[in-house]
């Protein structure tokens, strides 16, 4: 009996250290999802268009990319536009890719982009 414990002891100790990684490991895909930023429907060159955490999504990240050559993405997470866009539908996507080039580690983070409508007041 009194060796039981101690299995017992190891056994839960175990489980509590996977739970943990696995609380790590949902909190870093939870923050590499989706991004939505509102943003009018033209946007000028070299404009700022948004921020996004990347520190969040991927720590060690030394080599950012975009998906899309309109966009270009600072390290601080800061996304210009490159070019002028106007936003024919009212969405638009793109990737950014997040890699590590020392132990080749990616990462993506889903960048989307609604027009941001303004609301009309309606007379009464």
């Not at 106007?86 to 890719?97: A, D, Q």
Request: proline letters at 2%; glycine letters at 2%.
């Amino acid at each position: 009996m009194a060796s039981a414990r101690p299995a017992r002891s190891r056994s839960g100790a175990l489980c509590w250290q996977l739970l943990l990684t696995l609380s790590i490991l949902t909190f870093a895909c939870d923050a590499c999802k989706k991004v939505i930023l509102h943003v009018p429907s033209q946007l000028d060159a070299e404009k700022f268009v948004g921020r996004v955490n990347l520190k969040e999504c991927f720590q060690s990240a030394n080599l950012i990319h975009s998906s899309d050559p309109d966009f270009q993405i600072l390290e601080d997470g800061s996304i210009y536009a490159t070019n002028a866009i106007l936003l024919s539908s009212e969405e638009r996507s793109f990737t950014i890719l997040l890699y590590n080039t020392e132990n080749h580690e990616e990462r993506k983070l889903h960048v989307l982009l609604q027009h941001q409508t303004k609301k009309r007041h309606s007379k009464e």
